[in-house]
């Protein structure tokens, strides 16, 4: 069992920055494929990046592509999405999950068996 907690969104002006950041207890989290979605009211939700078991792999989708950096230290059993130049279509409760299949599996969310509750990111324009 692994549970996720969220923590770092907020309100921003738009060209600002933030970083979320995602707790993670349990065994193995290690070994897992960490991710952060998001979703935006009236959307589906949808895939923003991910990071394999080992650090070695790093996957963005094309919207954030460039301002957007995920990071994890596996020390702490955390994961971390810096976000730069924030657009107000960045606005989102950005969520983080866990794949505990072994290697990266890919973006849909169906493949990722743990979630976190959320954290609302708003960016003002």
Do not use: H
Request: glycine content about 12%.
């Amino acid at each position: 069992q692994v549970q996720l907690e969220e923590s770092g969104g907020g309100l921003v002006q738009a060209g600002g920055s933030l970083r979320l950041s995602c707790a993670a207890s349990g065994r193995f989290v290690s070994r897992y494929t960490m991710a952060w979605f998001r979703q935006a009211p009236g959307n589906e939700r949808e895939f923003v990046a991910a990071m394999s078991a080992s650090g070695g792999g790093t996957y963005y989708a094309d919207s954030v592509k460039g301002r957007f950096t995920i990071s994890r230290d596996n020390a702490k059993n955390t994961v971390y999405l810096q976000m730069s130049s924030l657009k107000p279509e960045d606005t989102a409760v950005y969520y983080c999950a866990v794949d505990s299949a072994i290697g990266y599996r890919g973006r849909r969310g169906s493949l990722y068996e743990y979630w976190g509750r959320g954290t609302q990111v708003t960016v003002s324009s």
